[in-house]
C-alpha cells in the first residue's frame, strides 16, 4: 500500500509549471438593459437583501445571504413565475474563500427567462433544503452532500447517492486526488475478495483511459475475450486467440463495410499528439 502523503495544499498548487491558462470572462451586463429583468429584480428586492446582480450570458445572476435561499426560492416561484428549478450545485472555493459557492438556476416557463441565484457559505456550515419548494433538489441536493461535503439541513434524506455510503472524503473536491487516493485503490478489492486478496488482484486501475490486456482476473480484455483459466502465462494467449475483433457480419451500409477489423499487426500507435 501507498504511503499516504497530506493533500491539504493541493489547491494552492499550480497543476502545470508549463503554461497558465486565464479563463476569460463573459461580459456582465447592467439588469437595467432587459426591462423584464428589471422588474423581477425589483420586485425580489422587496423581499431579500441582495448585494449584487447582473446580467451574464442572457441571464440574470444575483447573490443573496445563504440564510435567504427558501424565502427567495418560494418567492420566485410563486410571485414571479420561476416555476422550474433546473440545477443546483457548488463551487470549491475552499483555499480562495474558505467555503463553497452554492448556485440555483431557474427557469420561468411562461417569461422564457433564465435566473441563477448564488449565496456562499464556509465550508462546514450548514445549508438549507430547498427540497419543500422544488421537488427536484431532491436528488440535487444529496449529490452536492456526496460530491462536495455540503451539509444541507432538513432534507428529508440526505445520504450518498452516487459514492457507496462509507466512502471516505467527497471526489469532486480540489483537494481529492484525480485518481483516488490510498482507500479508494483498494476499495472494491477488499469488498469484494477480502483485504487478503491484495497481493494477489492487485491496486484497482483508476485511470480510465487505461486498457490492460493482461489483467490478473481479466475481466474484459481489449480485442478478444478468453475463457477464464486460459493460460496466457507472459503475456501470451493461445493461438487461437488472435487480437482481432469485428462484429458478426460487421457494420455496413448497402453491403458495403464502414469500420474494418481491427487488425494487431496493422494497427499504429502514436508516440505523442499530433
Known sequence: MRKYTPKDDVQKKSYYNDRFHVV??????????????????????????????????????VY???EDNIKTATYLKEQLEYDMMMELSAIDY????????????LLSMSKHKRMRVKCFIQEKEPLQSI???????????????????????NHHNLKRILMPDDWYDHPLRKTYPLHGDEAASWYEVDKIFGKEARDVIG?????????????????????????????????KEPEHTPLAYQEEGGVGLF?????????ENKSVQLKKRR
Not at 26 to 51: C, G, H, N, P
Not at 132 to 153: C, H, L, P, Q, T
Request: glycine residues 6%; without cysteine; hydrophobic residues 40%.
Open 94 to 105: 475552499i483555499a480562495q474563500r474558505g467555503g463553497f459557492e452554492i448556485f440555483y438556476e
Open 24 to 61: 476569460p470572462q463573459l461580459a456582465r451586463l447592467d439588469v437595467s438593459s432587459d426591462e423584464q429583468f428589471s422588474a423581477d429584480l425589483a420586485a425580489l428586492k422587496t423581499e431579500v437583501a441582495i448585494s449584487e446582480a447582473y446580467l451574464e450570458n442572457g441571464h440574470l445572476v
Open 131 to 153: 427540497e419543500s419548494v422544488f421537488k427536484m433538489a431532491n436528488w440535487s441536493e444529496r449529490e452536492m452532500y456526496d460530491m462536495y461535503g455540503v451539509n444541507v439541513i
Open 203 to 235: 491496486p484497482e486501475q483508476r485511470d480510465p483511459a487505461a486498457v490492460d490486456r493482461y489483467d490478473t482476473t481479466r475481466f474484459a480484455r481489449l480485442g478478444h475475450e478468453v475463457p477464464f483459466g486460459v493460460d496466457i502465462t507472459n503475456g
Open 255 to 263: 453491403g458495403v463495410r464502414i469500420i474494418k477489423e481491427l487488425d
Open 64 to 66: 443573496i445571504q445563504a
